[in-house]
Every structure is written in structure tokens, then in C-alpha cells.
């Protein structure tokens, strides 16, 4: 059942959990940002797992280590230490971030700004285990994303990147 049950929560639902494998996305949770910004439920879930559209409009599933890690990003404080690792997907991919600057909402001459296919995230528990791990994203395979901040993760390509409009 939705909270507000018209059209636009169906088409909002159904392009959040586009993001995730189907038997994630079917129990997942459904959240929106409303128009104060807040975020509502469209659908409560029972399999621990967050389906949202991001600010620019991508979609995206986490589990809850990505949804506290998420919630501290939003709020632009210290996201706790995951316990576990955590996963999120965006299958669907995004319009693009900094890979350097968690904050850059453009791109610039220095911020390495990367529009990503369908990808999977990857929260480790000590982030000593991102070491030795590639930080470019045109590595050709998973890389870190924002490292020596504490929103660094993985970013695990798992599709073609769009071709870069010039």
C-alpha cells in the first residue's frame, strides 16, 4: 500500500526500485523527498533495504549500513563506522559526481566529475581495506570514490559508462 496512493507515488516506486535486482527492490522500502524536502514513505518494506531518487533524480536501493552512511551524507556530518559491509545499488547509473569532492555539484578543471553506468557500492568496515585499491575512475574496474574523506567507498562499475556529450 502507498501513503498518498496516486500516480505519481506508482511512477516514483517503480523508478526507485529500478535500481536494485527485482527480489530487492519488491521488498524494499520506497522513500521520496517531499515538497519540504522531507523524505515520506511510499511503501513500507520488509526486507531492511531503502529505494529512493536521489536529488538528481537517480535512483538508488541501500541496505542500512548505506542508509546511515546516506543520512550523514545528507546532513553533512561524520557517517558512523559500518559495522558490516555494506552494499547499494544503481543499476540504472547517474548524472555524475566528483570522484574527489563529496560536495561538488558540478564539474571543474580538478574534481574529476564521472558520470557512472550501472554500479554497485561497497561500504568496507576499517578503511584501512581501501588501500591498494585504485582511486581512477577509468581504471577499467571498482575504484574508490572520494578517498581520505569519510564518505570513501567503492564504486564497482558493473555496465557500460554513458559516452561523454561534448
Avoid: F
Amino acid at each position: 500500500m502507498t501513503k498518498g496512493g496516486g500516480p505519481s507515488d506508482a511512477a516514483a516506486i517503480a523508478k526507485a526500485v529500478s535500481a536494485a535486482p527485482p527480489e530487492i527492490g519488491k521488498h524494499a522500502t520506497v522513500m521520496a523527498a517531499g515538497a519540504d524536502g522531507q523524505m515520506k514513505e511510499l511503501r513500507a518494506g520488509t526486507n531492511g533495504w531503502m529505494c529512493m531518487v536521489d536529488p538528481a533524480g537517480d535512483p538508488m536501493c541501500l541496505d542500512k549500513e548505506w542508509q546511515a552512511w546516506g543520512d550523514a551524507w545528507m546532513n553533512k556530518k561524520d557517517p558512523p563506522q559500518p559495522k558490516t559491509v555494506g552494499v547499494a545499488y544503481m543499476l540504472k547509473g547517474d548524472k555524475g559526481a566528483s570522484n574527489t569532492d563529496p560536495y561538488a555539484t558540478a564539474p571543474t578543471k580538478d574534481n574529476q566529475w564521472v558520470v557512472e553506468g550501472p554500479h554497485v557500492m561497497v561500504l568496507v568496515p576499517d578503511s584501512a581495506q581501501l588501500e591498494g585499491l585504485p582511486t581512477d575512475p577509468n581504471s577499467g574496474g571498482a575504484y574508490v570514490m572520494w578517498k581520505g574523506t569519510p564518505y570513501a567507498h567503492i564504486m564497482v562499475p558493473v555496465g557500460r559508462r554513458p559516452a561523454v556529450k561534448k
